[in-house]
């Protein structure tokens, strides 16, 4: 059972085509735990063990048969619960969509169908990818299973708990801004905010339409670029959807970072805001690192944190108001505390602060571009602190904007958030890597070489390792 929960998608997929393991056993061994387990920690607001088991036998069959469809065939995966997957509820962890139920999938969730994924549920989210953690909507927050009792980051926060926990090898999470990278950096695991228009929206409940991507979220790199092979290429159906090229995102994973040029934004964490001493530590050993496997690292300076931060926090209170101010008007006692609060101050936010906030964002752009000019990509950080406890409501109100991902939601720069390391309390610790926009591959490849060389991604929850 345990080597089944940490099993990754390549080695899964060369025991499934093998016929070494069965798509019905793989799945039925993750109902388990997740049934042993979630009553902790809350990574599900729903299960489908029916249509899991179904698509398991079915996968079974088609390989019997000779009809392989790709390394996701009979991997179980799971969805953020804005993702939307046909005769499924599509909640946001709301009382407001407590009886939404999906009609269509959504292009995402039609990618990974057809590549033979299974779905086994759907994953806590803060209330529409905004109100986090809360404890006044119809389902409990997820609890990071690293420190037993802390907070796993969000909005995409079940992602990151249930592949932390062994639940999953795979799941889907949202980015809007830093919604996949900040589970991925507080549960010490794999997530990846794509170039903005690789993957479709459509189908995806939105939070800002102008920064909203979606991201896999997996334990290790090779896994992420397996699954973001499965879900990139151009949807007409998404008006922010981009018409260009798919590379093979794992084809230059082991090329290593010898004579790679990468930029440290080290002013971010260090200057702009004063980060975690041991979280600064491990920013600064992995540009280290990178260099004594040949890469040329050099300090750079963007613009400064906070005006990213104002930018983003600007253009997502207006265009969260502007969906969600017909609810509000209709029924503001159905939403929680958090969610409403966050929302309705985009009330407050006139139509020239809103234009001002899209000009500024395209300055802040093409000055970010024009400062990477010259090199393969950049490294940060991604989280500004570990984790702390859920239930410290001011912990967590501090922890949220002491971060730097917005900075490439704002420019749409692909942008992962990979483990770098466990504090003294055995917490984890992250490195967050940017790259030209369409380069994802490049980000692949650096972040593999670090993945190789300090083992972070093989570190197991005690709590659950052995479960």
Excluded at 402 to 409: G, S, V
């Amino acid at each position: 059972m345990t080597d089944l929960a940490y099993l990754g998608i390549v080695d899964a997929a060369d025991l499934i085509r093998s016929r070494k393991l069965s798509p019905v056993e793989y799945v039925t061994a993750l109902l388990d735990r997740t049934g042993r387990l979630d009553s902790r920690y809350h990574a599900f607001i729903g299960l489908t063990p029916d249509l899991a088991l179904a698509a398991a036998r079915q996968a079974e069959q088609d390989i019997a048969g000779g009809n392989w469809r790709g390394p996701l065939h009979g991997i179980p995966t799971g969805l953020k619960d804005i993702i939307d997957c046909a005769g499924v509820p599509t909640t946001a962890h709301s009382k407001v969509l407590a009886q939404n139920v999906a009609t269509k999938d959504a292009a995402v969730t039609q990618r990974l169908k057809s590549a033979g994924a299974i779905l086994m549920g759907k994953l806590a989210t803060h209330e529409f990818a905004i109100g986090g953690p809360s404890f006044d909507l119809p389902w409990p927050p997820a609890v990071n299973p690293w420190g037993g009792n802390h907070f796993p980051g969000g909005s995409s926060s079940g992602c990151g708990v249930a592949l932390a926990a062994g639940m999953l090898p795979a799941a889907l999470g949202t980015d809007t801004g830093g919604s996949v990278r900040n589970p991925a950096s507080m549960c010490g695991i794999t997530g990846m905010k794509p170039t903005y228009g690789r993957v479709s929206r459509r189908g995806v409940f939105p939070l800002a339409y102008s920064l909203d991507h979606v991201g896999p979220m997996t334990r290790t790199v090779r896994d992420n670029a397996l699954l973001l092979q499965a879900l990139a290429g151009h949807d007409p159906d998404d008006p922010g959807s981009a018409d260009v090229p798919v590379p093979q995102f794992a084809a230059d994973l082991e090329r290593g970072v010898k004579g790679l040029k990468l930029g440290l934004v080290r002013h971010f964490y260090a200057e702009d805001m004063q980060a975690h001493p041991e979280q600064a530590q491990a920013i600064d050993r992995a540009a280290e690192l990178l260099r004594g496997l040949g890469a040329e690292v050099r300090e750079i300076r963007l613009a400064p944190l906070q005006d990213y931060a104002t930018c983003t926090r600007i253009i997502i209170r207006c265009e969260a108001f502007a969906i969600h101010r017909r609810w509000l008007a209709e029924r503001p006692d159905d939403y929680g505390h958090l969610a409403r609060q966050r929302i309705l101050d985009g009330a407050a936010v006139s139509a020239a602060d809103y234009i001002d906030a899209q000009r500024l964002r395209g300055r802040l752009t093409r000055r970010t571009l024009e400062t990477f000019a010259g090199l393969d990509a950049a490294l940060t950080a991604s989280s500004l602190d570990p984790t702390c406890r859920i239930d410290d409501t001011d912990a967590c109100a501090r922890l949220y904007p002491r971060q730097a991902r917005q900075p490439f939601n704002v420019t749409g720069q692909p942008a992962m958030a990979i483990p770098a390391g466990f504090t003294k309390d055995d917490l984890p610790l992250s490195l967050q890597l940017i790259g030209h926009p369409w380069q994802e591959a490049m980000l692949y490849r650096i972040a593999r070489a670090y993945e190789r060389a300090t083992g972070w991604t093989e570190r197991r929850p005690p709590d659950v390792s052995t479960c």
